[in-house]
């Protein structure tokens, strides 16, 4: 399987925000878009997950367009986590089990496979303890990894985040990128808008930098820290310690 994006240009009303965006994806990889604030990373996120429409250019998987697919078609394909959730008074288990939407007929009955696969999407992401506890009354990681439970549940092969772990501690932060590698292992491609950029150069495949609404690089770790890219990024300078295996930063 095989995501392209080709001449990719999106914007809101007047505005452009992406130009002539060109990457290829290849399954089970774990993407991470990084570049300061406003450069277009979610944008570029909800136009290549099929949410929005582009300017111009084309989405393909497969060769397939993806704006062109029939929704139900595209939710079984493609699942997308943002950032702006809405958790109610729904509970976990009434959260995951959206992630079935897509599979139910007519009339919108859950099957025991349904049922199974709920469970254990729970199970995997480690919320089967409060599975009937309010989204409202968890804490952010919490939530977090309720959303993920969904994402499982929907099955999908391709799976879009904005942001999964910001403004998590620590320990959740670790626990969510090592959720999101037992996913990659499980055949899914994970492409991801992140901010830590020591999560992103450990837990990534490659790297896809942008800036000012263009895509200036694209690689493994090694290669954007050989060509110095988050430097002309962000202006910090990128040391790498083959010793403790970790990336650290430090302001120009």
């Known amino acids: 399987m095989v995501i392209r994006l080709e001449n990719l240009c999106g914007g809101y009303g007047r505005k452009q925000v992406l130009f002539d965006i060109n990457a290829e994806i290849k399954t089970g990889e774990i993407i991470s878009i990084v570049g300061a604030n406003g450069c277009g990373k979610s944008t570029l996120l909800e136009i290549a997950s099929g949410l929005m429409k582009p300017i111009s250019g084309n989405v393909t998987v497969d060769g397939e367009d993806v704006h062109s697919m029939e929704g139900k078609k595209r939710a079984k394909l493609i699942s997308v986590l943002s950032q702006q959730k809405s958790p109610g008074v729904l509970t976990v288990r009434a959260l995951v089990y959206h ?5 139910l007929g007519y009339p919108r009955r859950y099957t025991d496979e349904d049922r199974q696969i709920v469970e ?8 089967s303890e409060f599975a ?10 919490q939530q977090q990894k309720a959303y993920i439970a969904m994402l499982i549940a929907q099955n999908t092969k391709i ?4 942001e999964p772990v910001t403004f998590l501690d620590i320990n959740y932060q670790l626990e969510l990128m090592n959720l999101i590698k037992r996913m990659q292992k499980s055949g899914k491609t994970v492409i ?7 999560l992103a ?30 430097g002309e990024l962000f202006g910090i300078e990128t040391h790498y310690s083959k010793k403790e295996n970790q990336y650290f930063f430090k302001k120009l």
């Open 132 to 141: 009937d506890e309010s989204l409202s009354e968890l804490s952010g990681g």
């Open 99 to 103: 992630g079935r939407f897509p599979y």
């Open 120 to 127: 254990e999407a729970m199970q995997t992401a480690g919320v």
């Open 201 to 230: 150069m450990t837990y990534s495949d490659r790297i896809m930098a942008m800036k000012d609404g263009r895509l200036i690089s694209m690689g493994t770790p090694k290669e954007i820290y050989e060509k110095g890219v988050l």
């Open 192 to 198: 991801m808008v992140i901010h830590d950029l020591n």
């Open 159 to 162: 799976v879009y985040m904005d």
